[in-house]
């Protein structure tokens, strides 16, 4: 109360002595003078603190999300990927300031009261009317499930089942990124989702960078089990190609991304690498020019190395299975990682049904254009079978 009674003004003195009458101040109209600026610097001052609070209860979850994987991966831990941190690590303070309880590691419901009726906006389109409504989600090199959590909440908002992989040696899956020596043991955990699912079900796969390779890998394996194939700013090859035959390509037009690489010889510098590190100092240039400080920061602690023994690996894709899978591709306009023209270098090669371009997003699209591309995504679902 102290702040509101400076603001009322002192009575003007009179002669004799009578009952003076406080006067209440105006709280409305567009009246100047001491009294309405004082009220707006309270009120810019109070949106000021709210935009500080909602960054920084941003940034706890961020640094506890990251704190729970670097102590997972310490621990050898192999548990899956946990996407509500902020039931684990509540915001401190009264319960008016904490945010509401996150609803992503419950199951979802038709008759979840928090979900609107499942329809895509301004097409009208059921989930029930879809081919499927379980997207699988394939991090690229150096990433892992954790780059996803933007993406996984809008579409499990959306009523969306949503798998996001830790690919052998990624995020908090323990394998030992120097021991992978081939792609089918780096990409097992997308393989064994795959081969658990019922007979007669399908997902969608997003792949992101080097997980549009791992992606195409299982496509040739399981093309009945696949709907739709996403390449995310990632790498989509030709039969008999390698993901550095794809790199290749532009081998003299990207001085950044030979800069950043750091090979790693865990068998000794007379041996091929066994694993790339990126430059931390240069990620930001190179992976996250458009992105957020903060994801930035998550990505950071998080990154572990790329092993190398897959990115040689040649593909062996057939027509009648990886060709049968319907495909579809996302240009990153921004990216400095994989470069527009290379990303046209790889669709003209071998042609997509359909080509989206996102303004603005860089090579990490799930944390500078997560609206974007979860409509796209939404797009891609609601296309019907042929």
Request: hydrophobic share 35%.
């Amino acid at each position: 109360m102290g702040n509101l009674c400076s603001l009322f003004a002192p009575p003007k003195p009179v002669k004799k002595r009578r009952p003076i009458k406080k006067r209440q101040p105006s709280l409305s109209g567009s009246g100047s003078g001491p009294n309405t600026n004082r009220l707006n610097r309270f009120r810019s001052t109070s949106s000021r603190r709210d935009n500080k609070f909602e960054d920084a209860v941003t940034q706890e979850q961020a640094h506890a999300a990251a704190a729970i994987l670097n102590r997972q991966q310490k621990n050898g831990g192999s548990l899956p990927f946990e996407r509500s941190a902020s039931q684990r690590h509540p915001v401190s303070g009264s319960k008016k300031n904490q945010l509401p309880r996150s609803s992503s590691s419950r199951s979802r419901s038709s008759t979840d009261p928090l979900l609107q009726p499942h329809q895509f906006l301004n097409q009208g389109v059921k989930l029930d009317d879809l081919e499927t409504n379980h997207f699988v989600l394939i991090h690229g090199g150096g990433f892992g499930a954790w780059c996803w959590y933007k993406t996984i909440a809008l579409l499990e908002e959306d009523g969306y089942k949503v798998t996001a992989i830790d690919l052998a040696g990624c995020g908090i899956n323990s394998f030992n990124i120097n021991g992978i020596a081939s792609l089918s043991q780096y990409v097992k955990p997308l393989t064994d989702v795959l081969e658990k699912l019922p007979i007669g079900e399908k997902v969608i796969l997003v792949g992101h960078d080097f997980g549009g390779a791992c992606m195409s890998y299982a496509m040739e394996l399981f093309p009945s089990k696949i709907s739709k194939a996403v390449f995310l700013a990632a790498a989509m090859l030709c039969n008999g190609q390698s993901t550095l035959d794809m790199f290749s390509l532009q081998a003299g037009q990207n001085d950044l991304m030979r800069k950043a690489q750091i090979f790693i010889y865990s068998n000794g510098s007379e041996n091929p690498p066994t694993a790339i590190d990126l430059d931390k100092s240069l990620i930001r240039e190179l992976l996250f020019n458009q992105s957020p400080s903060k994801d930035i920061a998550l990505a950071s602690v998080s990154m572990r190395s790329i092993p190398f023994a897959p990115v040689l690996e040649k593909l062996s894709l057939s027509d009648g299975n990886y060709g049968s899978v319907r495909r579809y591709y996302i240009e990153t306009l921004e990216d400095n990682a994989i470069p527009v023209t290379l990303q046209e270098n790889m669709i003209n090669s071998s042609p997509p049904e359909k080509v989206y371009r996102l303004k603005g997003a860089d090579h990490a699209p799930f944390f500078s254009k997560p609206q974007a591309l979860h409509k796209l995504l939404l797009e891609i679902a609601s296309i019907r079978p042929t």
